[in-house]
């Protein structure tokens, strides 16, 4: 006769910032000079971290029933119900694709949070990345969980205003913006299609609408290639996420840094302006009206440690787009 205790370590850190996602408020992106403040604010935070499991093996026959397991606690190293988006999924994501399995038997399935034409899609705004589908809504309408899970984050939030983040048994969150009235709190246990909030148009948002993400570790991905919005079902009940797809598809900030430098090379190298970064991953493009100092003062060097890099004379005439190793 055997007994099984299952003891959760339960740590409280204060201080352990995860938080290295830039851009992780959807179409809320922090400005620089907020970031002192959230960082403030992500230390007050407090994280609890499972620890791995400790299995003692007794004699008797009951089994521990309150341990506290949070949906895909083998997933994620946090449940963090203060910061919308603690996780690094680099640091998190070191397979080359996962299988997610959006529901199982006997659970609820998936529910439309709300039907509704979409007013703006995934993908990169002006000045911003757009992190989730923007459905068009009235203030006060019901907003629901799209699967089953438990409540993480249900507070305003910059960006979003009012939003409730669920984290679900399938490895994903859904983050639900804008809202007029939270009607759950962290922690709480959901079903799909449970009412959650009231749409509203809360945060950085123009005209009543739901902001609706899904993220898997913190990456936002597109909700287009999971959900088939004039029918409001699933396209698949199993979705691949590869590491390639979010590079090339989902990390709209880093797909944009890219596209950008791309943009300054192909200027550079026709004798336009360039208009890139600075030296990037150890190499400058020469741009209009550039000489060896201030390539060197730019790029924190000197000239004579540029002469020798590169094996040129200080007397070297540069040309546009010319590439010099730092
Ligand atoms: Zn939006």
């Known amino acids: 006769m055997k007994r099984l205790f299952v003891i959760l370590s339960i740590t409280c850190i204060g201080f352990f910032n995860l938080n290295a996602i830039s851009g992780s408020y959807g179409d809320d992106k922090n400005k620089r000079g907020d970031d002192k403040k959230n960082k403030a604010k992500r230390e007050d935070t407090s994280k609890f971290v499972v620890n791995n499991a400790n299995i003692i093996e007794g004699d008797e026959e009951t089994t521990d029933t309150a341990q506290i397991l949070f949906p895909s606690h083998d997933l994620y190293a946090t449940w963090d119900t203060l910061s919308a988006h603690p996780y690094n999924f680099n640091e998190c994501f070191k397979v080359d694709s996962v299988c997610i399995q959006l529901t199982s038997m006997g659970d609820g399935g998936f529910v439309m949070p709300i039907k509704g034409p979409l007013t703006s899609v995934f993908g990169w705004r002006r000045y911003r990345p757009h992190y989730g589908t923007d459905i068009d809504i009235e203030t006060g309408d019901q907003i629901v969980s799209a699967f089953d899970g438990m409540v993480r984050f249900a507070k305003y939030c910059h960006g979003y205003g009012n939003c409730v983040i669920i984290r679900h048994n399938n490895g994903l969150e859904t983050v639900y913006g804008h809202l007029s009235k939270l009607?759950?709190?962290?922690?709480?246990?959901?079903?799909?299609?449970?009412?959650?909030a009231l749409g509203g148009n809360t945060g950085?948002?123009?005209g009543s609408h739901l902001h609706f993400e899904f993220r898997y570790l913190g990456q936002a991905l597109d909700t287009e290639d999971f959900i088939d919005y004039e029918k409001g079902t699933l396209k698949d009940y199993c979705f691949t996420l590869r590491k390639a797809d979010v590079e090339n598809k989902y990390d709209l900030r880093a797909l944009h840094s890219r596209h950008k430098r791309d943009?300054?090379?192909?200027?550079?190298?026709?004798g336009g302006k360039y208009t890139g970064p600075a030296a990037k991953n150890g190499i400058y493009y020469v741009r209009s009206g550039d000489n060896l100092g201030r390539i060197a003062k730019r790029n924190h060097t000197t000239i004579k440690a540029l002469c020798k890099k590169n094996k040129l004379k200080e007397t070297t005439v540069l040309r546009i787009g010319q590439k010099i190793k730092i």
């Open 204 to 206: 950085r948002s123009s």
């Open 263 to 270: 943009i300054g090379y192909a200027r550079a190298s026709k």
């Open 183 to 196: 009607l759950v709190e962290p922690g709480q246990k959901v079903t799909a299609g449970d009412l959650i």
